[in-house]
């Protein structure tokens, strides 16, 4: 075990260097001093304990998507029934269901037939997601089960986070932690972010866009007591000045297009105004439909409705048919900005409301590093001195190893960019004694060899071969540990166990390898005829 081809050698060297200069970047940081910027510079992220940040939790409401799931039913079964030709009259949505009546009463097969296929089982309980009956001959009741509803819930959250992900990373924050809590909640913690309104800003927006056509069949009296013609709905104006002091307006419910169909959404200026606009671009289908509805509508008014609010109304002058359009509002360039990113993220299926917020203060983070700093440094030097003490040369070897090992934890964690929290600190700790326990296992077999008889050269070896197996066998338990908690934990738990895993494997690494390394080259120097241990 003593043998060390040349090869081995440089290659145990170059690892070992790389690692450990990639933690000054992170070091320097840490102390202020600025490195040259041509430099790669792999930084140790830190977590919302250490760095402060903004801690927010937010909150959906189920009754929601049960409405929307109602709504896009109704559009469903119109579409549906329509191209099979089948009249429907007496739509209603309200009171949790949607019902109509089928006005042929001899066609009732031929429509439970055609909506059946609009109902799905919801998800492994044996059940649908939508029940239908028939009352009084010819009336349909669609009502969406529990079963449904609590799967469209956790979809509408799933999708919710993703969503949430797109919207802060767009921010150029690093590291944001974004979990489920519970059925309806999402954690949103963002280390390095003190103010927290920007934030609420960007997650409160569900950035649902939809393009409809206004209704000019309805009177204005109607419209002001919310009164809308049928097949319509009333929507208010974001500002009184952008409705020329009309507080609403109603539009055709059906038939317009979303913006779930976009592409790409940039903030500029207009080139006449200079005023903050909005550019978007539809995907293929969204360009067709967008062209569709402006062809065939000339001269009419159509709304541009932002999360149920009309951002304004303009007039349809000619055909737009190049797959884009201008979105205007009175922005300003922070507010436009923030809608880009919005719509560039995707709506959110449900609007979300803050429900906790707190602020964590850099100060705070500064005096846990600190005394993280202390402990970690007070434990190092009473292991070195120790070891020292104890067993000599071995122990110089060892108190270098150490040194590597913390700094090649560090190195790594920048290269593959983890975030380091309180815990994290606990868990360097806690690798620092793991690794000068595995030097104590190393040295005292190796006294243990030496105190029966063996030459030094054959007490070493056997030394490093008997203790590494124990070594390694209590290290791959720690590592399952951490695995474990890795998969099943969340946020600090998390950080804990990366710390813990990258810190066995380099403790292993240096307490074993590289003083090996350096044990066999004195060896072969020297040619000791006695150990000082």
Avoid at 262 to 275: D, S
Wanted: aromatic share 4%; charged share 20%; with cysteine.
């Amino acid at each position: 075990m003593l043998e060390f081809p040349r090869w081995k050698v440089i290659w145990l060297w170059a690892l070992t260097i790389v690692c450990a200069l990639a933690a000054v970047p992170s070091l320097t940081s840490m102390t202020n001093i600025q490195l040259p910027a041509s430099l790669p510079q792999p930084k140790v992220n830190l977590g919302l304990d250490l760095a402060g940040g903004s801690h927010i939790l937010l909150e959906a409401d189920p009754s929601q998507v049960r409405q929307q799931r109602i709504e896009g039913m109704d559009e469903s079964v119109r579409g549906k029934l329509k191209a099979e030709n089948i009249r429907i009259s007496d739509i209603s949505n309200n009171n949790g269901s949607l019902s109509f009546l089928v006005e042929d009463p001899s066609k009732v097969d031929a429509v439970r037939e055609a909506i059946l296929p609009l109902t799905n089982g919801a998800g492994l309980t044996g059940k649908r997601d939508w029940t239908i009956t028939v009352a009084d001959g010819n009336r349909f009741v669609l009502t969406p089960t529990q079963e449904g509803i609590d799967q469209a819930v956790s979809q509408a959250m799933d999708t919710a986070v993703e969503v949430v992900r797109k919207r802060i990373d767009a921010l150029g924050t690093k590291e944001p932690t974004i979990i489920r809590q519970g059925a309806q909640r999402i954690v949103v913690q963002v280390p390095g972010l003190q103010d927290p309104q920007q934030l609420k800003n960007l997650l409160g927006q569900t950035a649902k866009l939809e393009f409809k056509l206004v209704d000019t069949t309805a009177l204005p009296s109607d419209v002001a007591r919310g009164v809308a013609p049928p097949g319509s709905e009333i929507v208010p104006y974001a500002t009184a000045s952008e409705g020329g002091g009309v507080a609403s307006i109603a539009v055709k419910r059906l038939g317009g297009i979303r913006g779930d169909e976009l592409t790409n959404a940039q903030m500029t200026n207009n080139q006449q105004t200079n005023e903050p606009v909005v550019n978007i671009t539809f995907n293929t289908e969204g360009g067709k439909k967008f062209a569709n509805l402006t062809t065939q509508n000339v001269g009419k008014p159509f709304a541009i409705i932002l999360d149920g609010k009309v951002l304004s109304a303009p007039n349809i002058n000619e055909p737009i048919l190049g797959g884009s359009a201008v979105i205007s509002g009175r922005f300003t360039a922070e507010s436009a900005n923030a809608l880009a990113i919005s719509l560039r993220s995707g709506a959110l299926p449900v609007d979300l409301k803050v429900v906790e917020e707190r602020t964590v203060g850099p100060d705070l983070g500064a005096d846990s590093i600190r005394k993280g700093m202390i402990a970690m440094g007070v434990g190092t030097l009473a292991l070195a001195v120790f070891i020292l003490v104890t067993y000599g040369r071995f122990g110089v070897y060892a108190c270098l190893a150490l040194v590597l090992n913390v700094l090649m934890i560090l190195g790594i964690m920048g290269i593959i960019g983890t975030t380091l929290t309180l815990p994290g600190i606990a868990g360097f700790v806690l690798t620092i004694g793991a690794a000068v326990d595995a030097n104590v296992l190393i040295n005292e077999r190796i006294r243990e060899e030496r105190h029966r008889g063996r030459r030094v050269v054959a007490a070493v070896e056997m030394g490093y071969k008997e203790a590494s197996r124990a070594i390694f066998d209590a290290n791959i338990t720690n590592v399952i540990a951490a695995v474990l908690m890795f998969a099943f934990g969340s946020g600090p738990v998390k950080g804990f166990a990366v710390v813990l895993m990258i810190g066995i494997a380099t403790s292993v690494f240096t307490a074993v390898t590289l003083t090996r390394l350096w044990v066999a080259q004195w060896l072969r120097r020297a040619r000791p005829a006695e150990l000082n241990l």
